[in-house]
C-alpha cells in the first residue's frame, strides 16, 4: 500500500543554518505530494504541494522538488529561523487514483532551531 | 477562506463518559470530513471518512461503535468516544477537501482528549 516514510528527528539547527528533510514515498499512481506543518499546541498547516513529477512546491522560504525517479519528496530551505521550530510531515494523497482524498502522513520531524 | 474549526479544543472527562468534538467548515461547504488521530510525538492516523447524508468509511481497526461519527450538514461533522477510557486519550484532528479544487486539505487545530 501507499507509505510515507521521513527522516527521524530531532533536528536541532542554529539560527539561519541549512535545512533538509527527507522523505521518500511508496505509491501506486500519481499521487499528490505534502509538507504540512504543526506548530506547538496547533493543527497542521499546509506549507507546501506538488501534483505532479518535477513540480517544485514552495512557500515561506521552503522548496519540495516531487522527484517520480527516486520516489521523494525532501523539504529545504536556505536559512533557518527560530519561528520555525515545529514538527514537519510529508504527506500523500491518491487523489488522482481513487479521489478519496485520503491523506497518508509520515511520522513526522521535529525541527528545533537555536538562535 | 477554508477554514475548518474544532470544538472543544480540549477537553478532560472520568472513564466511562462520552465526549463529542464537532468540526464545522466554517466558510465553505463539506461533503467530506475527514478524522484523523495524533498520538504523542507520533504521525497522524486516518481513524475515518466523514460523509455528509451517509456512513462514515471507518478505517481498519478503527472500532465504529466507539468513535461514532455523524455528518448530518454540509457544515458540520461530530465524532463522539463513546464509553471512554484512558487509551483513549489523544489528540484528535478533522480535516475538510477545500473546494478550489487543488487538492488539498485544510485541517481544524485539534481537540486534546484526556481520560481520567
Known amino acids: 500500500g501507499n507509505s510515507v516514510t521521513q527522516m527521524e528527528g530531532p533536528v536541532t539547527l542554529s539560527e539561519e543554518a541549512f535545512l533538509t528533510i527527507n522523505c521518500t514515498y511508496t505509491?501506486?499512481?500519481?499521487?499528490?505530494l505534502f509538507w504540512y506543518v504543526q506548530y506547538p499546541g496547533e493543527g497542521l498547516q499546509l506549507l507546501l504541494k506538488?501534483?505532479?513529477?518535477?513540480d517544485k512546491g514552495s512557500n515561506k522560504g521552503f522548496e519540495a522538488t516531487y522527484r517520480k525517479e527516486t520516489t521523494s519528496f525532501h523539504l529545504e530551505k536556505g536559512s533557518v529561523q527560530v519561528s520555525d521550530s515545529a514538527v514537519y510531515f510529508c504527506a500523500l494523497s491518491d487523489f488522482g487514483s481513487s479521489n478519496t482524498g485520503k491523506l497518508i502522513f509520515g511520522q513526522g520531524t521535529t525541527l528545533q532551531v537555536k538562535p | 477562506g477554508a477554514v475548518v474549526s474544532q470544538h472543544p479544543s480540549r477537553v478532560i472527562c472520568k472513564s466511562g463518559t462520552s465526549v463529542k468534538i464537532e468540526c464545522r467548515s466554517l466558510?465553505?461547504?463539506?461533503?467530506?470530513m475527514f478524522w484523523y488521530r495524533q498520538f504523542p510525538k507520533q504521525s497522524l492516523m486516518l481513524m475515518a471518512t466523514?460523509?455528509?447524508?451517509?456512513?462514515?468509511?471507518?478505517e481498519q481497526g478503527v472500532e465504529k461503535d466507539k468513535f461514532l461519527i455523524n455528518h448530518a450538514s454540509l457544515t458540520l461533522s461530530t465524532l463522539t468516544v463513546t464509553s471512554a477510557h484512558p487509551e483513549d486519550s489523544s489528540f484528535y484532528i478533522c480535516?475538510?477537501?477545500?473546494?478550489?479544487?487543488?487538492?488539498?486539505?485544510?485541517f481544524g487545530a485539534g481537540s486534546r482528549l484526556t481520560v481520567l
Open positions: 506538488a501534483t505532479k513529477a518535477d
Open positions: 480535516s475538510a477537501r477545500i473546494p478550489s479544487g487543488a487538492n488539498v486539505l485544510t
Open positions: 466558510d465553505f461547504q463539506a461533503t467530506t
Open positions: 466523514s460523509n455528509e447524508g451517509s456512513k462514515a468509511t471507518y
Open positions: 505509491a501506486t499512481g500519481y499521487p499528490s
